[in-house]
């Protein structure tokens, strides 16, 4: 008789063994299973051939559970008749319930999650044995559970959709799994093939360019000014761009005493795209043609706008370089509770979020520089004021061909009406 529970014992502590061997398995992460791999040898390789099968690896460990738990239920309920009777098979049963829950399946599980590693290190051999000496059960429950399936979706195959790709970020965000800003540059990818160069790039009346035909003796003083790696390059107009130069090229000629050469003798084609094209598609291109900055021109052919790789990266990060400016620094500084200054070349949903000032992002212009010359046709002058329905900018400072601080103050409510 007591060697009877011993073998009970024994067959709770093999389904904890069993439960446990499942959790370590499914929560290895990629990269655990590639280090794994590359550091632990010949038992990092077998840990890598069993948990590429999963079709194989899971009936494996689920047919040795079910096995300890049936014998285990089955020597319980032999052991009870022989000492209390038919009567108390329902305790039995309800007790070896609690048990093997708490020691042979919620217990290890969590432990195996822990030290997930450490068990499937100790348990590659054991399992891969078991897998080949169950391999023809696996291959049976194997083809049923298939056909099931197959019959279950109607032939159709599965697929996870945005929506519910999105919801699982969420609640990765929700449970701790992810930064808030981690989420947000994971949900900006998702959004990649949507976003248009029209919604990232630079307005036209806030581009930088140079004359094709200045030297670069002439081209270093602005570049220096600047402090641009790319320049837009025009011929007879600002709004014709005919190259791009790069201002290590120019640089390069600096020490060689070629301070004649022209900028059209440097400059390299541009890439053209229209306002309507994918972002992503851009970013493609960029990598094709090795160049970092694209023109965009609108339907008639005209410029509308730059973008380059760097507006490309930053839609994707978000506002993730401003997440450490407090309300009294960075592109927007409240003056009093109605008044800020701010930084024009801010984005207008940035300027959305910051303060609830919500502009209509015009036909090409994403930042409050480019609404404001967009809305009046022109570059304003310093001092000027121009009013909307939701408050006054009055334009604090400008620059040659652009606006840098702008003064807002909201319309108090009743103001005006």
């Given at each position: 008789m007591p060697y009877q529970f011993l073998i009970l014992i024994g067959l709770v502590l093999l389904s904890a063994f069993f439960s446990a061997t499942e959790t370590a398995y499914t929560s290895l992460s990629i990269?655990?299973?590639?280090?794994?791999?590359?550091?632990?040898?010949?038992?990092?390789?077998?840990?890598?051939?069993?948990?590429?099968?999963?079709?194989?690896?899971?009936?494996?460990?689920?047919?040795?559970?079910?096995?300890?738990?049936?014998?285990?239920?089955?020597?319980?309920?032999?052991?009870?008749?022989?000492?209390?009777g038919n009567k108390a098979i329902g305790i039995t049963t309800g007790i070896l319930t609690l048990v093997i829950l708490i020691f042979g399946e919620v217990t290890p599980k969590r432990l195996a999650i822990m030290y997930n590693e450490f068990m499937v290190?100790?348990?590659?051999?054991?399992?891969?044995?078991?897998?080949?000496l169950f391999r023809p059960f696996v291959y049976v429950i194997g083809g049923v559970s298939s056909l099931i399936n197959k019959l279950a979706r109607g032939g159709k195959r599965t697929h996870i959709s945005i929506e519910g790709l999105l919801q699982m970020i969420n609640l990765a965000e929700s449970m701790g799994v992810l930064e808030n800003y981690e989420t947000q540059v994971v949900k900006n990818v998702f959004r990649f093939d949507d976003i248009t160069v029209q919604a990232i790039m630079t307005h036209r009346m806030e581009v930088f360019s140079l004359d094709m035909g200045l030297t670069v003796d002439d081209a270093l003083e602005a570049v220096n000014e600047k402090g641009f790696s790319r320049i837009p390059v025009w011929e007879e107009e600002p709004e014709n761009i005919v190259g791009i130069v790069l201002v290590k090229d120019i640089m390069k000629l600096k020490p060689e005493g070629r301070r004649d050469v022209c900028l059209k003798d440097i400059m390299k084609k541009p890439i053209f795209v229209p306002v309507?094209?994918?972002?992503?598609?851009?970013?493609?291109?960029?990598?094709?043609?090795?160049?970092?900055?694209?023109?965009?021109?609108?339907?008639?052919?005209?410029?509308?706008?730059i973008v380059t790789r760097e507006d490309i990266i930053g839609e994707i990060l978000g506002d993730l370089y401003d997440q450490h400016e407090e309300n009294g620094s960075g592109k927007i500084k409240?003056?009093?509770?109605?008044?800020?200054?701010?930084e024009a070349d801010i984005s207008l949903h940035q300027l959305?979020?910051?303060i609830g000032l919500s502009l209509p992002p015009g036909r090409y212009a994403q930042t409050l520089g480019g609404?404001?010359?967009?809305?009046l046709g022109r570059i304003p002058q310093?001092?000027?004021?121009?009013?909307?329905?939701?408050?006054?900018?009055?334009?604090?400072?400008?620059?040659?061909?652009?606006?840098?601080?702008?003064?807002?103050?909201?319309?108090?409510?009743?103001?005006?009406?």
């Open positions: 990269f655990q299973i590639h280090e794994l791999e590359t550091k632990r040898g010949k038992r990092g390789k077998l840990i890598k051939k069993l948990t590429s099968r999963p079709d194989i690896l899971l009936p494996t460990v689920l047919i040795g559970n079910n096995l300890v738990n049936i014998s285990a239920s089955a020597m319980a309920t032999e052991l009870t008749i022989r000492l209390f290190l100790h348990t590659a051999r054991f399992i891969f044995a078991l897998s080949i309507s094209k994918k972002v992503n598609e851009v970013f493609t291109q960029f990598k094709r043609e090795k160049l970092d900055m694209a023109i965009v021109i609108d339907e008639y052919g005209g410029l509308a706008g409240e003056l009093s509770e109605n008044e800020y200054l701010i959305s979020d910051r609404f404001l010359m967009g809305t310093k001092e000027e004021t121009f009013t909307i329905k939701q408050g006054t900018f009055h334009i604090e400072s400008i620059g040659k061909n652009r606006i840098f601080l702008v003064r807002f103050t909201f319309r108090k409510a009743g103001e005006g009406e």
